[in-house]
């Protein structure tokens, strides 16, 4: 049995934002990268929290990453830009990208902004929704290291690319959808590894392409299993082309694993897109025409058992506000691990 605790919010952001600014980053890096961490955890996609705190602080201190650079404006105009994240952390390269892709969308009306040269940017639902506060729907996609085999091949050969919208409502809360390309995202499987859990069947495969429940094989050689089959990698390979041949990132095999070389860069690439609404209507008759679909989708007729019909993003926020009051639950293992990391860079974890 698993044991589990829960942390106030604000402590597990403080401590974060501490680890990252004795680990070199900036204040102002440290906050974003914190807030980005910290938000995943409240909206319960752990997959891309603490958990992998760990492994960007061993990316920093062996040099993967550069927790002094600043994105860097490569070439631009007044709708696109091509921003080098100069080997910086993949959260705060991506929060500053989609910040200018808003500004320029304020003006343009959309805007594109193509990144290279970054680091794995965690959760992207964060950046998409970034958008969402402005009145403005939000993309972000990224390339990711291999951990996919293409439909009909064998070994890991493409990433589970990432994908995020966000889309602005009246009822509250966001419409938003974050997924990646395999059935389920890797630092699920990373989860349970750590906690000695067994995963479902249908998630990944063994090194000689057999069905698996144990999550350590994807470490060993396996690959995940992509969404839909050929459509997962179908768009995986369409995430590659956007967000890693656009840019000129690293491409597929080319990109480091930040777990296994934190020595390098992992050299992955993102794209974030801005859609200033009011260029196409009125802010109020938009969110207006999204509140009737929502309903829509809630007022379907339901299949047996079913109590109640959510639309993307819905569970992720009721999620967050109940994690906002109560905490954030954290398996002790992964408490255990917060633990010696401050311990290693002289803070004490007092969740």
């Not at 919010?9 to 900036?26: H, M, P, Q, Y």
């Not at 989609?98 to 990144?115: D, H, N, P, T, Y």
């Not at 929704?129 to 439909?151: Q, R």
């Not at 390098?264 to 008759?285: L, N, Q, V, W």
């Amino acid at each position: 049995m698993v044991e589990h605790k829960r942390i106030p919010a604000d402590i597990l952001k403080r401590f974060v934002e501490s680890i990252l600014r004795r680990s070199g980053l900036s204040e102002k890096d440290s906050a974003i990268g914190a807030d980005v961490i910290v938000t995943a955890e409240m909206r319960g996609v752990s997959s891309h929290g603490v958990v992998a705190l760990p492994g960007y602080v061993t990316q920093i201190l062996k040099g993967g990453i550069n927790p002094d650079s600043d994105i860097k404006v490569l070439a631009e105009n007044s709708a696109t830009a091509l921003v080098d994240g100069c080997a910086g952390m993949g959260q705060v390269v991506s929060y500053k990208s989609m910040a200018l892709a808003i500004e320029k969308a304020k003006k343009s009306g959309a805007c594109v902004v193509s990144v290279k040269n970054s680091n794995h940017l965690g959760a992207c639902a964060y950046y998409s929704m970034m958008c969402t506060k402005e009145n403005m729907i939000g993309i972000t996609l990224s390339n990711a290291a291999v951990l996919m085999a293409p439909t009909g091949g064998a070994g890991q050969l493409i990433g589970n690319n990432p994908l995020s919208i966000a889309v602005p409502t009246g009822i509250g809360y966001p419409v938003v959808l974050d997924m990646a390309m395999s059935v389920v995202a890797a630092g699920k499987l990373f989860n349970a590894m750590k906690a000695g859990e067994s995963i479902p069947e249908g998630w990944a495969l063994d090194d000689m392409g057999r069905p698996t429940t144990n999550p350590a094989d994807l470490y060993s050689g396996g690959t995940l299993l992509p969404v839909g089959g050929y459509k997962g990698y179908g768009l995986a390979l369409m995430v590659e082309a956007l967000a890693g041949v656009l840019s000129g990132a690293a491409l597929t095999v080319d990109i480091a694993y930040f777990r296994g070389e934190p020595e390098k860069p992992t050299g992955s690439g993102h794209m974030f897109i801005a859609i200033d609404i009011a260029s196409f209507m009125r802010i109020d008759e938009f969110k207006s025409r999204m509140d009737e679909l929502i309903s829509r989708m809630h007022n379907a007729p339901k299949s047996p058992g079913v109590d109640r019909i959510y639309v993307p993003g819905e569970m992720e926020f009721e999620t967050y506000e109940y994690c906002k009051k109560h905490g954030i639950v954290l398996p002790e293992s992964v408490i255990e691990d917060l633990r010696e990391l401050g311990k290693a860079v002289g803070i004490v974890f007092t969740g």
